[in-house]
Structures are given as C-alpha cells and as structure tokens.
C-alpha cells in the first residue's frame, strides 16, 4: 500500500521558518516528481515546488523563500519555508508521480497525494 505522510506543520508567526516533511512508502518515488501544493480555506489547491532528477520548480510567490529538497535514500521529499508570510497560510500536500510529466506544476501530474498538514502564520 502506497502512502505518503506529511509532517512538519504548525503555527508559526511570520517572518519565521518551518521545514515540512513528506515520507513516501509501499514504492520508490525517486525516479519521477514529487511536489507540494497548497489549499487555503475557500480557494483552489494551487502549486507550490516541485523537484524532478534534474530540476526544481517554484511558484512566483515562494521563489527565495521557499527550497524543495528530496533524499532518494529515505524516499522522502522535504520544503524547508523561511520568511512565511500570513498568506502563506493554507493546508500543504505532498504529491508524487509514477509517469513522466512535462507540466510538475499541473495537479493532474501526480499520483499519489498525502492527507495534509497544515500551516498557520500569524501576522
């Protein structure tokens, strides 16, 4: 059974740091994308990175604060988030995909999806 487990989350004021964790089992995810999305109360779950064998991904809004990192040994992908800001706030979800994609930042790229973790920043 494929899982995917998110940990890391909490309440954090802005300007501060969290490091998310996503820890993949039941398969190897190392050979295509993991990714992070989020989903803020009343919007739709939007991209956030995404790390292939050769690339990163960043949305806009994250670029300079936010790095994707992944450690194929643990099967697990990690987004350290420096200098959260209050709109930062939303439930994040680690993806994994088992297929080629040329569009990580697209939702239907992935596979597999972790229940969530949520990420509050106070102002």
């Known amino acids: 059974q494929v899982q995917l487990v998110e940990s890391g989350g909490g309440l954090v004021q802005a300007g501060g740091s969290l490091r998310l964790s996503c820890a993949a089992s039941g398969r190897t995810f190392s050979r295509y994308a993991m990714g992070w999305f989020r989903q803020a109360p009343g919007k739709e779950r939007e991209f956030v990175t995404a790390v292939s064998r050769t690339s990163t991904y960043y949305t806009t809004s994250v670029k300079g604060r936010f790095t994707i990192s992944r450690d194929s040994a643990k099967n697990t992908v990690y987004l350290q988030m420096n200098s959260l800001k209050p709109e930062d706030t939303a439930v994040y979800y680690c993806?994994?995909?088992?297929?080629?994609?040329?569009?990580?930042?697209?939702?239907?790229?992935?596979?597999?999806w972790g229940q969530g973790t949520q990420v509050t920043v106070s102002s």
């Open positions: 993806a994994a995909a088992i297929r080629s994609t040329t569009q990580p930042m697209d939702v239907g790229a992935y596979d597999y």
